[in-house]
């Protein structure tokens, strides 16, 4: 998601310290006491913080926590959610950072469910390790994940949604939910991000996945 340099973001990050965190390393393990939730939920990609701000007026029993590394987009998401008054940040924040550096802000073991919604596909080749559903991604999201937790993607684009499919099977995840047109039925449960609307409105199917440890796998290795 490229766009304008924003003269106003850069500003408004820094006067919201709070609210958009750039490397809360001392709130490692403590998110769910810090955000009084029972489920931690973590979105990498929150672009311009539509799912995050839908999802959390939607379970405020749960922590949710959105990471965007463009500072233009993560201005937009914080602005929206901090001058919406009918909206409880209670339950939220934004991390202003690159998702690469997951395992400095949460313990082993501390997410429940990890949101990949729309991730840029990085089509070429060479760049295909730049996807957040690669292999390096995967070993960490392994690491920090709960017993139970689960990796949930939800993308437009077909060809990251086939490679993806193999790099979980490839890295000792099994599917729970598996759907190449999620959004042929109603899903009230779950909210429609900034960039599946845009597609939901060209006609094109939504892939979701939702991928688990397959321990059996890991007590027969
Ligand atoms: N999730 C939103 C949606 O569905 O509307 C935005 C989708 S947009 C295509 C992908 C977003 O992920 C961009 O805003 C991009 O800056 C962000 N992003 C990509 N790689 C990231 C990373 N490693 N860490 C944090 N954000 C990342």
Redesign the pocket.
């Known amino acids: 998601?490229r766009m304008r340099k924003k003269k106003w973001a850069e500003p408004y990050l820094d006067a919201h310290p709070e609210y958009a965190l750039s490397d809360p390393r001392e709130l490692k393990g403590q998110w769910k006491t810090f955000l009084k939730g029972k489920t931690l939920h973590v979105?990498?990609?929150?672009?311009?913080g539509?799912?995050l701000m839908e999802m959390s007026r939607m379970y405020p029993e749960d922590a949710w926590v959105g990471?965007?590394?463009?500072h233009n987009?993560?201005a937009i998401a914080c602005r929206k959610m901090l001058e919406d008054e009918t909206f409880s940040t209670e339950n939220n924040r934004l991390i202003v950072?690159?998702?690469?550096n997951l395992e400095d802000w949460f313990e082993a073991g501390e997410i429940d469910v990890i949101h990949?919604?729309?991730?840029?596909p990085w089509p070429k080749k060479y760049t295909h390790k730049?996807r957040?559903s690669s292999e390096s991604f995967l070993r960490i999201y392994e690491k920090l994940l709960s017993p139970e937790g689960c990796v949930r993607m939800?993308t437009d684009n077909q060809s990251l949604f086939e490679d993806s499919v193999l790099y979980f099977l490839q890295n000792g995840f099994t599917f729970t939910e598996f759907s190449v047109n999620f959004r042929r039925n109603e899903h009230p449960e779950d909210a429609i991000?900034?960039?599946?609307?845009r597609f939901m409105e060209l006609g094109q199917p939504i892939y979701l996945l939702k991928a688990v440890i397959d321990r059996s796998k890991k007590t027969e290795d």
């Open positions: 998601m979105e990498i990609g929150t672009g311009k539509d799912y990471i965007e590394k463009e987009v993560a950072a690159d998702g690469a990949l919604n729309f991730s840029d730049r957040l939800k991000t900034e960039y599946e609307k």
